[in-house]
């Protein structure tokens, strides 16, 4: 009888060590989350929100600012973890060759649907006869010869390059302007305050949307996609991240975002709030999202994700 209780015993230890949630208890070594922003405010407001959740679940997120080509070699040697900001089509001819060789995991679904992305110009640039693509060489002297983008090497700046390069509508003589998002929206403004003419990267989600008066160039389809470049936003991590860390590559696996949410976050930070300070805010304002961001997910030592995240904002 004796024999028989201790094999009980053991049996109700194993099954409930079998019941035991699923993504208990990450190893050490996942305790850092390496993340990637390439330097965009929706990706820095994405980030935001999820190295918040992370450090109320005990564990220690960073994040390395870096282009858009080191960003994905950076997954593919395993010092990222995890980069929010995929944009689908216009990063696809950079990350495609990672992707097959199975360097990169590219999640699914998408983190965001209904962005977009292509060309923008002021709205009195537009009322004025700059509508779409095929009319900016028409304006190549308000213009000053020149189309804005954002950073070197980002993919956006690839597509007005090859633009150029290929004197695709008549735009040969047009010289790219490379700087950073910031360093193109300073210019923006400042041309916007001088009613003067220019042609910019535009996307949304973004705060430029409600904060400057706007209208997307039609006709890029060729270069940025149908839809005034309509794009999705993956999540890519290394392929193996969620054999390595289950717990903390379930919780990146639920992040799903809205541009709405995202347009709320990027406004404090585009006025230089840290990321994570504008993420806390609008998780105080709207904690239900964590009720489906947390489903599945525990602390980094096991225990209740929800409770625990849910009073590490409280507290902040």
């Known amino acids: 009888m004796k024999q028989l209780l201790i094999k009980a015993g053991c049996a109700w ?6 019941a035991a949630p699923a993504f ?9 989350v390496r993340f990637a922003d390439v330097g965009w405010t929706d990706i820095a407001a994405t980030t935001g929100i999820a190295s918040t959740i992370f450090e109320g679940l005990g564990y220690h997120p960073t994040t390395t600012i870096a282009s858009v080509p080191i960003t994905f070699a950076g997954i593919k040697s395993k010092q990222i973890d995890v980069f929010l900001g995929y944009w689908s089509p216009t990063m696809d001819p950079i990350i495609d060759p990672f992707v097959k060789a199975g360097q990169i995991k590219v999640l699914q679904p998408a983190n965001l649907t209904g962005a977009k992305y292509t060309l923008a110009v002021p709205d009195y640039v537009y009322n004025a006869g700059l ?3 095929a009319d900016i060489q028409k304006y190549a002297d308000k213009l000053g010869d020149r ?4 950073e070197p090497g980002n993919d956006g700046n690839a597509l007005i390059d090859k633009m150029i390069k290929n004197n695709q509508f008549g735009l040969g003589k047009f010289k790219l302007v490379e ?4 360093g193109m929206l300073v210019q923006v403004n400042k041309a916007i305050r001088e009613k003067q003419w220019i042609v910019f990267l535009g996307w949304e989600p973004h705060p430029m949307n409600v904060q400057m008066k706007l209208d997307y160039l039609s006709g890029g389809d060729d270069v940025f996609g149908p839809n005034y470049g309509e794009a999705k936003v993956f999540t890519a991590t290394p392929p193996d991240y969620s054999a390595r860390c289950p717990n903390a590559a379930k919780l990146v696996s639920n992040l799903q975002f809205t541009t709405e949410i995202e347009n709320h976050v ?5 006025n230089k709030e840290e990321p994570t300070k504008a993420a806390e805010a609008w998780l105080k304002r709207n904690p239900q999202v964590l009720d ?3 489903a599945g997910v525990t602390t980094f030592d ?6 625990a995240v849910k009073s590490y904002i409280a507290l902040h």
């Open 13 to 18: 230890i194993a099954t409930a060590a079998l």
């Open 24 to 32: 208990a208890g990450d190893a050490a070594a996942c305790r850092n």
């Open 131 to 133: 509508k779409s693509f």
């Open 147 to 150: 189309v804005y983008g954002i």
């Open 179 to 182: 700087s950073s998002e910031a």
């Open 266 to 270: 990027m406004v404090p930070i585009m």
């Open 292 to 294: 489906k961001w947390l």
């Open 302 to 307: 096991g225990k209740n994700g929800l409770e």
